[in-house]
Every structure is written in structure tokens, then in C-alpha cells.
């Protein structure tokens, strides 16, 4: 969503409105969707202006379809994230490379409008969990004939330990 640099005022202005998802749905697709999201994110927002720096705060909510990597069942969760941002006019500071501590959370804007798209998506992304798993208690999948532990109990016998060292169970140790 773009925001005019001109619209934004000291007055507190709220927004409700639905961020696309094509471009980060398509991010997460490679090499492997292990997440898929709806067509639209719901995204709350509050925005003013204090001097030339724009304050930006909300949260965007909306259910994310996972694969979990255990079982490759699919699941739902809830995506509920917040955030805040805050845009610095571009400056000759904002390009020497010798930001201050206190520059590090600022996002620089240039021109008359500010996009807060990009920033969505980086946050939505680190939002994610790295690892997509529909529950702590997931089986899994059985390494042998390849069932659902967590549907059928199969009757496969796992060796246990590494098969790589099989042949070190057999030696016989004389004590």
C-alpha cells in the first residue's frame, strides 16, 4: 500500500485495508511451498506525521496453509503479526554509511509517496515459522513404508542408531 507523503499530518489516521499476497506467495513457492497464503492479508494501520519523519503502526492478520515436514500433511495457523515503522526523509546522512545506533530501525523515503509493501513482506517472511511442523506431538512419517504415524501405527521394526555404523553392533568385544 502507498501512502502520499503530503496526505500524512499530525492527526492520527487509522486504515483498514487488504494487502495482496501474489508477489510473497510466489517468493515462498521456491524451491519448495511449504507455506501458501489467502489472496489478500487484512492489515490495521495507524499513521501520522511528527516533523518530516512518518510513524506507522499495526498488525496484519489473515490464516496461512502450511505442509508440515514430518507427516506433509497440510494445516492452518493463524498469522498475527505486528509491526512499526518509521520513515526518515532521504538525506546525505542516510547515504554516507555512518548511521547512528539510533538510525538503525528507520527506513528512508524519497519523493512523495512511501510503500509499505516491501516492509510487509520482509516481516510476514521472518514471521514464519522456519520450519513448518502441524504440532509438537507430529509423528511423523514411518521411514520404512512411508504411513502416517499419526493416523496408522505400522508394524515396520526400525533398527535402531545409524545404519552407517551396522556393521560396528556385530563386532564382539573380549574383555
Known amino acids: 500500500m502507498k501512502f502520499r507523503v503530503h496526505d500524512i499530518d499530525a492527526a492520527v489516521k487509522e486504515l483498514r485495508y487488504e494487502e495482496p499476497t501474489q508477489e510473497l506467495a510466489s517468493l515462498l513457492a521456491q524451491p519448495v511451498a511449504d507455506y501458501r497464503l489467502p489472496a489478500h492479508l487484512t492489515v490495521d494501520v495507524t499513521y501520522y506525521r511528527a516533523g518530516n519523519d512518518l510513524f506507522f503502526q499495526g498488525s496484519v492478520d489473515g490464516e496461512v496453509t502450511g505442509t508440515c515436514s514430518r507427516c506433509l500433511e497440510d494445516y492452518t495457523f493463524p498469522l498475527a503479526l505486528d509491526f512499526a515503522f518509521v520513515f526518515a526523509p532521504h538525506s546525505e546522512r542516510s547515504t554516507e554509511g555512518d548511521l547512528e545506533e539510533e538510525d538503525a530501525d528507520l ?34 512419517l514411518c521411514s520404512i513404508c512411508g504411513a502416517n504415524r499419526n493416523v496408522t501405527q505400522c508394524t515396520c521394526h526400525v533398527e535402531e542408531g545409524d545404519p552407517r555404523l551396522a556393521v560396528l553392533r556385530k563386532l564382539k568385544v573380549h574383555a
Open 107 to 140: 527506513t528512508f523515503y524519497q519523493g512523495d509517496e512511501v510503500d509499505l509493501s516491501p516492509l510487509l513482506r520482509d516481516q510476514i517472511i521472518l514471521a514464519l515459522p522456519t520450519r513448518p511442523i502441524c504440532g509438537e506431538s507430529c509423528a511423523g
